[in-house]
Structures are given as C-alpha cells and as structure tokens.
C-alpha cells in the first residue's frame, strides 16, 4: 500500500488550495478514505471521511462548509478542495485508509503534506 | 462530539520498564477504539484497534484493554524503539476524535 500526498504550500489566508493522495497496493473503490491534520507541534485532527463510492462523506466541523473531500476512483486519487483558509490551518495533512467496512480506524497513512496558511 | 482525554501527557520510562497508557472517553463507544505511535517527522502507525486486538506485525509486547470507558495500552518491556508519542482515536461515531496523545521519553 502506498498514498502519496501532493499539493500542499504556502497560501494566503482567505484562499484555496487542493491536495490529492495518489494510491497504490490495494482496491482502491472498495475503501473508505479520509484526511487528517497535524498543526505543527501539536496531536491529530481528524478533518474528512469518503466513502469508497464516494456518496458518503463527512466532515469535522471545524472544516465544514469549506473543505470538500472526493475522489476518482479511476484514478486512484483522494482529494480535498480547501476554501476560504484560516491560519489555523496550517498543518501537515496526511491521506489514511480506513482499515474494513463498518470501521473508521486507519491501518495505512501517507507521508503527510505541509500546508501553511499565512499572510 | 466524544472527548477522549490521555494520561499522562508524558512520562519518562527507562529500558525493559512497563508503562501504562490511559484514554478516557467522555461517553461510551463500545470498543472502538484504536492507538497509534507516532514517532518525530513520520505518520501514525496503527498498533492496535476495537480496544484489544494487536494489528498484524506489532511486537506482542503491546496490548491494549477496556474497562467502561477507560482504555488503557500497556506495553511491558519498553525497547529503544517505542520512544515515541502515542494516540488513542475513536471510531464509534462521528466527528472522530483523537486524545491529546503521550509522550514516552526515556
């Protein structure tokens, strides 16, 4: 298994940024997928959840209303589209897979991607 | 949303110790609970999840256990290699949360 996290940076507060998590070394429609933050220095934050279809997704509320997660499933490929961005969300994002049906725990996560959000 | 608070923060252990960890969650979730450590600049790796069960490849020196809404992750002889900071998240309902974390320093 493998997830490859791309598409962080520095931006400015109020914009948008897309991160995508390319994966490899498992079914990729048949898992759940989700993305959870680290601010520096500080514990993990769970931010969004898809389900392997896609028709389910959820979110944390501090991201609500401005974080869209999806994927392509043809492609492998999670994102999350992120609008309207507050310094309080720097952090390093990291792409999980969620272990089996029915369960929300992460048994594969990616390297993580920086993302800075300042003026 | 379920609070999941870890004790200690931290704590200083010494070779071959056992530590014990502790999450407490704020409402019941049943056992859906999982750990993680997470060593300096890498993710998380999962150790064990529904409170109990060791993932594949984890030392058997890890265990985890349950008791109403306290759970605890034991590991019984402490190895160079666990000095880290370890996570308890819990998957039985939305948002999903995680502890604060501890830190296991020698």
């Known amino acids: 298994v493998q997830l490859l996290e791309s598409g962080g940076g520095l931006v400015q507060p109020g914009g948008s940024l897309r991160l995508s998590c390319a994966a490899s070394?498992?079914?990729?429609?048949?898992?759940?997928m989700s993305w959870v933050r680290q601010a520096p220095g500080k514990g993990l934050e769970w931010v969004s959840v898809?389900?392997?279809?896609?028709?389910?997704?959820e979110y944390a509320d501090s991201v609500k209303g401005r974080f869209t997660i999806s994927r392509d499933n043809s492609k492998t490929t999670l994102y999350v589209q992120m609008n309207s961005l507050r310094v309080e969300d720097t952090a390093v994002y990291y792409c999980?897979?969620?272990?089996?049906?029915?369960?929300?725990?992460?048994?594969?996560w990616g390297q993580g991607i920086l993302v800075t959000v300042s003026s | 949303a379920v609070q999941l608070t870890q004790s200690p923060s931290s704590l200083s252990a010494s070779l071959g110790d056992r530590v014990t960890l502790t999450c407490r969650a704020s409402?019941?979730?049943?056992?859906?609970l999982a750990w993680y450590q997470q060593k300096p600049g890498n993710p998380p790796k999962l150790l064990i999840y529904?409170?109990?069960t060791l993932e594949s490849g984890v030392p058997s020196r890890f265990s985890g256990s349950r008791s109403g809404t306290d759970f605890t992750l034991t590991i019984s002889r402490l190895q160079p290699e666990d000095f880290a900071t370890y996570y308890c998240?819990?998957?039985?309902?939305?948002?999903?949360?995680f502890g604060g974390g501890t830190k296991v320093e020698i």
């Open positions: 529904g409170a109990s």
């Open positions: 409402q019941g979730i049943s056992s859906a």
């Open positions: 898809i389900s392997g279809s896609g028709g389910m997704t």
């Open positions: 999980a897979k969620v272990a089996a049906s029915d369960t929300y725990y992460f048994d594969y």
């Open positions: 998240q819990q998957f039985n309902t939305f948002p999903l949360t």
């Open positions: 070394g498992f079914t990729f429609d048949k898992h759940v």
